[in-house]
């Protein structure tokens, strides 16, 4: 399939109405380990900050929304892919900074490693 007739996979042919659920779906299902790996690469440049990333990710063509990235974050700092610092002074609204812990980088070498495997196997093949 052409990489570039994706998105009308999402648009109901009778209606024409981008259907919200099967985005919501992909996002849910697939495109989340894709923010996932997007955001330890770079991580890995240096540190990033929720709002950036947001606009990184939507520049790329991801609908995703602070509800869904902000708790991501979170819990990639709890699996121990992130660290964050905080500055405890500016209050509840500080700037949250996100840093790659050595367990974050060993993951993003690891997903890359199936990256890799995989874009030769799915995109590679397709190109024949
Ligand atoms: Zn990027």
Known sequence: MDPEILPSIFRNPITGVV???????????????FWKVHILHHAAAGPLVGQ??????????????????????RRMEKT????????????PKARREYFLTA??????????????ELRGEVVESRKK
């Open 19 to 33: 259907m919200a659920i099967n985005r919501k779906l992909l996002n849910r299902e697939i495109l989340l380990g």
């Open 52 to 73: 950036w990333m947001l606009n990184e990710l939507r520049e790329h063509g991801y609908h995703v929304s602070p509800g869904t990235l902000y708790p991501l974050l």
């Open 80 to 91: 121990g892919w992130l660290r964050c610092r905080v500055d405890k002074k500016a209050g």
């Open 103 to 116: 367990a974050g980088r060993e993951a993003l070498d690891e997903v890359l490693r199936y990256l890799q």
